[in-house]
Structure formats: structure tokens, C-alpha cells
């Protein structure tokens, strides 16, 4: 399994611009790691994903063209790097890997998960 720690959450004012970090440790030679975010009341939902080993990235509409997700190999460690923050990307961001196969965006079809870091956008 990987061992997944996020950081970089806090308060952020609409429009600012924060970095998400999830440094992973264990066996991260395959597969995706993504980033999901769960509101209060409800659903998780993803957000972005990134291959480990090529340049495929996916991102989900609500965010496409203001968060971009990317890594750094030598620090084993994916970022998520928010634009254009919006009330509405409030949330608890959670980092995830070790899928499986199928939809990206189904949240059962990842094995290890961080501890989340909050997000929250004032207006």
C-alpha cells in the first residue's frame, strides 16, 4: 500500500491561488494518484488525477482550466495547484492512490487514501 500525507490546506480568500502537496511513500511505481474533496453534507468527489508514470492527467469540469495537478519524482509527492478560488471549492481535499481499473472518478476503485486537509474559500 502507499502511505499518503496532504498538506497546504488553511483559509483562502475567493480568486487566491494555494498549492496542495500529498507526499507518498511506499510503492507508487504505477497506477494514478488523485485528488478528491468532500463539502459538508456531501458527496466525495473527484477533482483531478495524474498518472505516475506518463503525462496523462484528468480534471473534473468544476475545476478544468483553474487547478492543475502535477508531481515532482524526486520527492515522490503530487501537487494540486488551485486557481481562481471560488466559496463553492470549500472543502476537505483528500489525496488517493493505489487504483485499480475503471472510472478515475469513482472513489471505490482507489486502495489508500490521506487524512484530508481543509480548504476554505471566503467571499
Known amino acids: 500500500q502507499v502511505q499518503l500525507v496532504e498538506s497546504g490546506g488553511g483559509l483562502v480568500q475567493a480568486g487566491g491561488s494555494p498549492r496542495l502537496s500529498c507526499a507518498a511513500s511506499g510503492r507508487t511505481s504505477s497506477g494514478y494518484l488523485s485528488w478528491f474533496r468532500q463539502a459538508p453534507g456531501k458527496e466525495r468527489e473527484f477533482v483531478a488525477a495524474?498518472?505516475?508514470?506518463?503525462?496523462?492527467?484528468s480534471y473534473a469540469d468544476s475545476v478544468q482550466g483553474r487547478f492543475s495537478i502535477f508531481r515532482d519524482d524526486a520527492k515522490n509527492t503530487v501537487y494540486l495547484q488551485m486557481n481562481s478560488l471560488k466559496p463553492e471549492d470549500t472543502a476537505v481535499y483528500y489525496c488517493?492512490?493505489?487504483?485499480?481499473?475503471?472510472?478515475?472518478?469513482?472513489?471505490?476503485?482507489?486502495?489508500?487514501w490521506g487524512q484530508g486537509t481543509q480548504v476554505t474559500v471566503s467571499s
Open positions: 488517493a492512490s493505489d487504483f485499480t481499473d475503471g472510472d478515475l472518478a469513482d472513489n471505490k476503485k482507489y486502495g489508500s
Open positions: 495524474r498518472s505516475w508514470t506518463d503525462s496523462r492527467r
